[in-house]
């Protein structure tokens, strides 16, 4: 019986030293965005809109959708746009830093950087 409990200690053991280790690193990591998101944040003079921001996006949305004229001149000027080279490096920035945020996700979702892990038993 001595041998079933030592293996349950053990087991245990191992599923609090590895919930420590991870949380060390959740909290450590934590940690380190916050205070890289506080150095972006007064250095780029971040801030929330104010109410009067928001008043004045939402009501001038809600007038582009009630006229039609301005949705006229839009689609004109939509037709009109001839991307250039700015515009093409522009794409492919944002599309890196989106393709970096998805990866990002995926690494997290799977916890595993390379594939995903393996489930159940696997038959050849």
Do not use: D
Not at 40 to 66: C, N
Not at 76 to 92: L, Y
């Amino acid at each position: 019986m001595s041998a079933i409990v030592t293996k349950a200690t053990s087991f245990v053991n191992g599923i609090i030293a590895k919930s420590t280790q991870l949380t060390n690193g959740a909290v450590y990591w934590g940690k380190v965005t916050a205070e890289v998101g506080k150095v972006v944040y007064k250095s780029e003079g971040l801030a929330p809109p104010s109410t009067v921001q928001f008043q004045q996006f939402y009501q001038s949305a809600f007038k582009f959708i009630q006229s039609p004229e301005q949705q006229k001149a839009f689609l004109q000027k939509a037709i009109k746009f001839r991307p250039g080279k700015e515009c093409a490096v522009k794409a492919g920035v944002y599309g890196t830093q989106l393709l970096a945020f998805f990866s990002v996700g995926e690494i997290i979702g799977r916890r595993n950087v390379f594939g995903y892990p393996a489930v159940g038993a696997h038959h050849h």
